[in-house]
T-cell receptor, first 110, second 114 residues
Framework: SQQGEEDPQALSIQEGENATMNCSYK?????LQWYRQNSGRGLVHLIL?????REKHSGRLRVTLDTSKKSSSLLITASRAADTASYFC??????????FGKGTRLSVIA | DTGVSQNPRHKITKRGQNVTFRCDPI?????LYWYRQTLGQGPEFLTY????????KSRLLSDRFSAERPKGSFSTLEIQRTEQGDSAMYLC????????????FGPGTRLTVL
């Protein structure tokens, strides 16, 4: 079953705006990973954040993790039309395969 | 290109036919995973290999599904007697080590069962 849940399910913003996507989970984790998927394509790994980390940055991406609330957020700053994609969080508990959420569909309008 | 490759990219078949997909992982990666993704959903784990050994199978993997990874290199996923409900994107991923390592995904094989 999919235990990572993204919020919102869909998000539409103007180019240049920031986009924030949230992910909640139910059980303890070893790490949490964010992936991007362009329409009909494979997934591209964005960021991995470990359970003992609170924030990570990669270019225009910022991921936070709050293990007390069992939630994570992905912030994309200064969005571009090319950021249009689905974004998934995936929970890793160490001894089990990744569990993906249903994803957030982001549309960036030029 | 040293990424994960999958063939074919698209497959259309009639109900009841058998289909086989292939995945070539990144060469030095020991772990190989298969996922299934339906429209509007995230990928769902099917099975994984550590080298040539198949270590775990999801309950989603019915008896009609079989996967192999001979010699610990490429892997094949076969679906026998396909059903319309098997229509989905089948994704392969590989990683260097255990479940905590980053997984690198292939482009997927989209299966349509008529």
């Amino acid at each position: 079953s999919q235990q990572g849940e993204e919020d919102p399910q869909a998000l539409s913003i103007q180019e240049g705006e920031n986009a924030t996507m949230n992910c909640s989970y139910k059980t303890s984790i070893n790490n949490l990973q964010w992936y991007r998927q362009n329409s009909g394509r494979g997934l591209v790994h964005l960021i991995l954040i470990r359970s003992n980390e609170r924030e990570k940055h990669s270019g225009r991406l910022r991921v936070t993790l709050d293990t007390s609330k069992k939630s994570s957020s992905l912030l994309i700053t200064a969005s571009r039309a090319a950021d249009t994609a689905s974004y998934f969080c995936a929970r890793n508990s160490g001894n089990t395969p990744l569990v993906f959420g249903k994803g957030t569909r982001l549309s960036v309008i030029a | 290109d040293t990424g994960v490759s999958q063939n074919p990219r698209h497959k259309i078949t009639k109900r009841g036919q058998n289909v086989t997909f292939r995945c070539d992982p990144i060469s030095e990666h020991n772990r190989l995973y298969w996922y299934r993704q339906t429209l509007g959903q995230g990928p769902e784990f099917l099975t994984y290999f550590q080298n040539e050994a198949q270590l775990e199978k999801s309950r989603l993997l019915s008896d009609r599904f079989s996967a192999e990874r001979p010699k610990g290199s490429f892997s094949t996923l076969e679906i026998q007697r396909t059903e319309q409900g098997d229509s989905a994107m089948y994704l392969c991923a590989s990683s260097r080590g255990g479940h905590t390592d980053t997984q690198y995904f292939g482009p997927g094989t989209r299966l349509t069962v008529l």
